[in-house]
């Protein structure tokens, strides 16, 4: 059966949801064998391999460990502060790779887009599944450290499941917005990691939510990953059920960007190959 | 049934400037630019037609013409800007993808990747995995990394696996530019099969005589606007009259400012001595280039240069060869360059003239301009890169020949 497909000038316009998620779906074998080919090539060539996924956060938490508790005494909520940076560090590391390559992903795959069709948006998402893989690698090291530590997980470690579903919709949201900006606005390539390293004095990841003034909270909860990086440390580490009201602001705020942002995206793509 | 259309389509570039304010700090400049800098270019305006299913339509035109517009709104590259395109099934373009490739990552994993780049499923690609890497024909070195192919090698499987494509409506561009004569003989075959197989086929080309040979019907488009279509031997001849008379087009587009002298036009002549735009390889060839002499010039070189349509420099014509002096005086003249045998291979090419003070640097021409086009016909059969004039003569080696049996 053929399918008759109309082409016309681009709006920025909801109509056209259904059928790019369609084509979106239409093209999930290249989705998976761009993520699987990232993934390989990252660890292809070097010594260590997959290895460089654990190693990253680990160096970053035995530096956070010595800077911010055994320098400037920074306290972590009776859990020793090795595994209390390491359980935010976690998730913000996906967070952080996820949106740092994406951004790059339409400008450095120019010669793809400039000669061949396929949804976009693949791109950035395969960057965020690449991510998330070496998130689930390094994961595996918080199971040791918990062991290691005598931390008990309960039944409430399962809500990190949805919890990392919201950093992921976070995370594209970001990456749909930052690369097809970058098109553009090249600056937007180097003001992204300034702006994440920022982004992560800004929210509870060297630091407990506690040690920010209770006047600022409402402002400080604004950013989405405050409700994320919190509730997934709360979930884990004190295998306490999640605080609510934080995790919805993140819910809310998170779906809202991903759809704008994926509007955004598509109305961007259709004349992108024009000024890349 | 029609698979193909286009109702009033128009694209439009926006072409940004540099500003000319140098003194602004670069931000206000940047903004400036941003803001008013640019222009409204319209690759293509109000461009209507259809295509039926089962017909193979060629497209030519100058370059700038709107040629590559037209497969890249169709291809879904880039949306237009007016008017409105419907595809009836499933569209793929025979391009060579192997820019694509991954380095790093072996034949049969770049397979994998670059076929469901153009839309295949990793089920297709497993089944057709064998007849790819047959008529790239690179099966020994399927699982080497393709950072250690050689070019031809890299561009092949890039090809085959586009060629493996199984559209309703296929879409080819300059096809006949990759590999050598085998391979493109290949190429060819298949395109025919589909051709065959009642696939409806778009072909963009500057290779006249492919066009002539593969097409039912052929559009000119000139300056973004569909010029003439019907059967491709008459639109063809209506696109060389055009180019015979591009002088004066040519003379738009050169920079107008004051200089001492300026091509005025380049024309080439056959054999027979008739003016024409296609020469066989092997044929006798006379370049004429008229010149318009303002201040006299007193050691000047008049060049001719050879440029395939991907820009590559493949020959030239130089009036200072031996060392010559070519002494300009004011008012019109003509140079005419004689070429007893053309060696060039089947393809396409712009000619650009240049007027130069002997010794001077390529960029300090006194003029310089795209002046012509022309087009290599079948002739003497060339495999590689141009026909080398040779000959040859058969010896009797009876005693070597005992002593090696």
Redesign the interface.
């Known amino acids: 059966m053929?399918?008759?497909?109309?082409?016309?000038?681009?709006t920025l316009t909801a109509a056209n949801l259904p059928q790019d998620l369609a084509k979106l779906a239409?093209?999930r074998?290249?989705l998976?064998?761009?993520s699987i080919?990232r993934i390989?090539?990252r660890y292809?060539?070097s010594v260590l391999g997959i290895c460089w996924a654990l190693l990253q956060p680990l160096s970053m938490m035995l530096i956070f460990t010595f800077i911010f508790s055994y320098i400037a005494g920074i306290k972590s909520e009776g859990t020793p502060y090795a595994i209390f940076a390491y359980t935010a560090l976690l998730p913000w590391n996906y967070f952080s790779s996820a949106v740092s390559n994406a951004t790059n992903s339409l400008v450095s795959h120019s010669?793809?887009?400039?000669?061949?069709?396929?949804p976009r948006e693949i791109l950035p998402i395969t960057y965020v599944v690449a991510a998330l893989f070496d998130f689930l690698v390094a994961a595996t090291l918080l199971g040791g450290l918990m062991i290691y530590y005598h931390v008990r997980p309960t039944l409430n470690a399962l809500y990190a499941i949805p919890i990392i579903l919201i950093l992921s919709c976070f995370a594209l949201a970001m990456s749909f917005f930052l690369s097809a900006t970058q098109v553009r606005i090249r600056d937007i390539g180097v003001a992204v990691p300034l702006l994440l390293q920022l982004w992560m004095f800004a929210t509870p990841v060297i630091y407990p939510l506690t040690a920010v003034p209770r006047r600022l909270q409402p402002y400080y909860e604004l950013n989405p990953m405050v409700g994320v990086i919190e509730n997934f440390r709360q979930v884990i580490l004190h295998g306490q059920a999640p605080e609510f009201r934080s995790l919805v602001i993140a819910v809310v705020i998170s779906l809202v960007l991903l759809f704008v942002s994926y509007l955004y995206f598509k109305r961007v793509e259709?004349?992108?190959?024009?000024i890349i | 049934m029609i698979d193909l259309t286009f109702d009033r389509v128009g694209k439009k570039?926006r072409i940004y400037r540099q500003s000319e304010q140098n003194r602004a700090p670069a931000l206000v400049r940047k903004a400036r630019e941003l803001m008013t800098g640019w222009q409204d270019f319209w690759a293509l305006k109000d461009v209507s037609f259809q295509i039926e299913r089962g017909e193979a339509v060629g497209i030519i035109g100058h370059n700038g013409a709107g040629k590559s517009t037209i497969l890249?709104?169709l291809?879904?590259?880039?949306?237009?800007?007016?008017?409105?395109?419907?595809?009836?099934?499933?569209l793929a373009?025979l391009?060579e993808?192997a820019?694509?490739f991954?380095p790093?990552?072996t034949g049969r994993?770049n397979v994998?990747?670059n076929g469901?780049?153009?839309?295949?499923?990793?089920r297709e690609i497993t089944q057709k995995l064998d007849s790819i890497v047959g008529f790239a024909g690179v099966a020994q070195f399927i699982d080497t990394p393709v950072k250690r192919y050689s070019s031809g090698m890299y561009l092949r499987l890039g090809f085959a696996i586009a060629a493996h494509l199984d559209p309703?409506v296929l879409l080819l561009d300059e096809v006949l530019a990759v590999g050598d004569a085998e391979f493109q003989a290949k190429c060819i075959e298949r395109i025919n099969q589909l051709k065959r197989n009642g696939k409806t086929i778009v072909f963009v080309s500057h290779n006249l005589a492919a066009v002539e040979s593969l097409c039912d019907r052929v559009f000119l488009l000139r300056q973004g606007e569909l010029y003439s279509t019907g059967p491709p031997r008459q639109v063809i001849s209506e696109y060389e009259r055009l180019l015979a008379e591009m002088p004066a087009a040519a003379k738009l587009s050169s920079v107008t400012a004051a200089r001492a002298a300026e091509i005025v036009s380049v024309s080439i002549f056959n054999a027979a001595g008739r003016r024409t735009t296609t020469v066989a390889t092997g044929d006798a060839m006379r370049a004429e280039v008229e010149y318009k002499v303002h201040e006299p010039v007193a050691d000047a070189v008049i060049e001719l240069y050879f440029y395939s349509i991907f820009g590559n420099l493949h020959c030239h014509f130089s009036t200072e060869v031996k060392g010559e002096h070519l002494r300009l005086a004011a008012g019109h003249g003509v140079i005419e360059f004689h070429c007893p045998e053309v060696l060039l291979e089947v393809a396409s090419f712009n000619i650009e003239a240049s007027i130069k003070h002997r010794g001077s640097a390529f960029s300090e021409h006194i003029d310089y301009k795209q002046a012509a086009f022309l087009n290599i016909g079948q002739g003497k059969p060339v495999h590689g890169m141009f026909y080398m004039p040779h000959s040859f003569t058969q010896k009797a080696v009876g005693v070597q020949q005992e002593i090696d049996s």
């Open positions: 053929r399918r008759t497909s109309v082409i016309r000038p681009p239409q093209y074998d290249l998976y064998t761009l080919h390989k090539v292809k060539q010669q793809f887009v400039t000669k061949v069709y396929f259709a004349t992108m190959a024009d | 570039y890249k709104l291809y879904n590259i880039t949306a237009p800007s007016r008017g409105e395109i419907r595809i009836n099934g499933r373009a391009i993808v820019s694509g991954h790093e990552l994993e994998y990747l469901s780049l153009l839309g295949m499923k990793r309703d």
